[in-house]
């Protein structure tokens, strides 16, 4: 069976740029509109998901701003001062007032991005910010970003055989590094668990200053997975405890879910095609136990 990673790279940016379906970013940018209303202003950072406002269908029911890959935070900078002008000046009635969103993916938030995102929450600006975390720039072919978790395969790590494993760097930690900046309000969520998603969003919204919310988002070109799966794949992400369900709150870490006992993280790599030369032709025990072994020392000392 022909899948989109055997497609030429032409054909597979073309099946990977028009918002793929079952795309994880999507669903959670809706409920995200969904949860926030109709009164907010969407930043949109380029990415795999520039076409999400026209085609083929849009979630916003609001305003919408495009912009390039590493400007996002600084667009919504100055749209939310333009807001608080408008406001001071009574150009704009308080219950008319937008809340700034930011939409981006992994590349722009944890590579390109990064600076003008580090700037803006040093300056407190009042926004949410949610990540789409695909783990690889998808909008161009899927390479590897910093993102991209140790033993994956993607257009610019592709394993071979004096580097079987595929990626050798480890994810970087973006909940860490923004925690780091000590913003008020920090969440991942995930497409499997909407309840808690949309629960943390409300809670989000008592705070003033960045809201920040890194989402797993299953790329079903990128990932090498059917489109149906990704909701499957998503919670096996979290069984395995390989996409741990958090927050910070003013720094203070806690787990919205916890499990007793986790899904070998062998089930969810089985899954992706990503993943699949870590099983064939030879099995890679040494990669397999190692990406083990790093979800085992994370929940070692948490109890909730």
Same mark, same amino acid.
């Given at each position: 069976?022909?899948?989109?990673?055997?497609?030429?790279l032409?054909?597979?940016? %073309?099946?990977?740029?028009?918002?793929?379906? !079952?795309?994880g970013?999507?669903?959670?940018?809706?409920?995200?509109?969904?949860?926030?209303? /109709?009164?907010?202003?969407?930043?949109?950072? &380029?990415?795999?998901?520039?076409?999400?406002?026209?085609?083929?269908?849009?979630?916003?029911?609001?305003?919408?701003?495009?912009? &390039?890959?590493?400007?996002?935070?600084?667009?919504?900078?100055?749209? +939310?001062?333009?807001?608080?002008?408008?406001?001071k000046k009574?150009? =704009?009635? $308080?219950?008319?007032?937008?809340?700034?969103?930011?939409?981006?993916?992994? !590349?722009? &938030? %944890?590579?390109?991005?990064?600076?003008?995102?580090?700037?803006?929450?040093?300056?407190?600006?009042?926004?949410?910010?949610?990540?789409?975390?695909?783990?690889?720039?998808?909008?161009?072919?899927?390479?590897?970003?910093?993102?991209?978790?140790?033993?994956?395969?993607?257009?610019?790590?592709? /394993?071979?055989?004096?580097? /079987?494993?595929?990626?050798?760097?480890? $994810?970087? #930690?973006?909940?860490?590094?923004?925690?780091?900046?000590?913003?008020?309000?920090?969440?991942?969520?995930?497409? %499997?668990?909407?309840?808690?998603?949309?629960?943390?969003?409300?809670?989000?919204?008592?705070? &003033?200053?960045?809201?920040?919310?890194? %989402?797993?988002?299953?790329?079903?070109?990128?990932?090498?997975?059917?489109? #149906?799966?990704?909701?499957?794949?998503?919670?096996?992400?979290?069984?395995?405890?390989?996409? /741990?369900?958090?927050?910070?709150?003013?720094?203070? =870490?806690?787990?919205?879910?916890?499990? $007793?006992?986790?899904?070998?993280?062998?089930?969810?790599?089985?899954?992706?095609?990503?993943?699949?030369?870590l099983?064939?032709?030879a +099995?890679?025990?040494?990669?397999?136990?190692?990406?083990?072994?790093?979800v085992?020392?994370?929940? $070692?000392?948490?109890?909730k």
């Open positions: 069976m022909t899948t989109l990673r055997d497609l030429p032409d054909e597979s940016l %073309a099946s990977g740029s028009l918002l793929c379906a !079952g795309c970013g999507v669903l959670l940018t809706r409920i995200f509109e969904k949860v926030l209303g /109709p009164k907010t202003v969407t930043v949109n950072a &380029a990415g795999c998901m520039s076409m999400l406002s026209v085609f083929p269908f849009t979630p916003f029911r609001s305003s919408w701003f495009y912009v &390039a890959m590493a400007s996002a935070p600084a667009a919504a900078q100055g749209i +939310r001062d333009a807001l608080d002008i408008l406001l009574g150009r =704009v009635a $308080k219950e008319d007032d937008l809340k700034v969103v930011v939409v981006t993916g992994d !590349g722009a &938030a %944890a590579d390109i991005g990064l600076q003008a995102t580090s700037g803006a929450i040093h300056r407190k600006l009042d926004f949410y910010y949610l990540v789409y975390d695909n783990e690889g720039y998808s909008n161009t072919g899927f390479q590897a970003s910093s993102s991209s978790p140790y033993g994956a395969s993607t257009k610019t790590t592709a /394993p071979t055989a004096l580097l /079987p494993e595929g990626t050798l760097l480890d $994810k970087k #930690d973006l909940f860490e590094i923004w925690k780091a900046h000590r913003p008020p309000y920090i969440a991942t969520i995930s497409p %499997a668990y909407i309840a808690d998603m949309m629960h943390k969003i409300e809670k989000a919204s008592r705070f &003033a200053g960045p809201k920040l919310f890194i %989402a797993h988002s299953p790329c079903p070109p990128g990932w090498d997975v059917g489109s #149906d799966l990704v909701i499957r794949l998503s919670k096996m992400a979290v069984e395995t405890g390989v996409w /741990p369900l958090k927050e910070a709150i003013d720094g203070q =870490v806690t787990h919205s879910l916890f499990m $007793k006992k986790r899904r070998p993280v062998e089930e969810y790599l089985k899954m992706q095609g990503r993943f699949e030369h099983f064939s032709p +099995r890679q025990e040494s990669v397999i136990q190692a990406i083990q072994a790093k085992d020392d994370y929940w $070692k000392n948490v109890t």
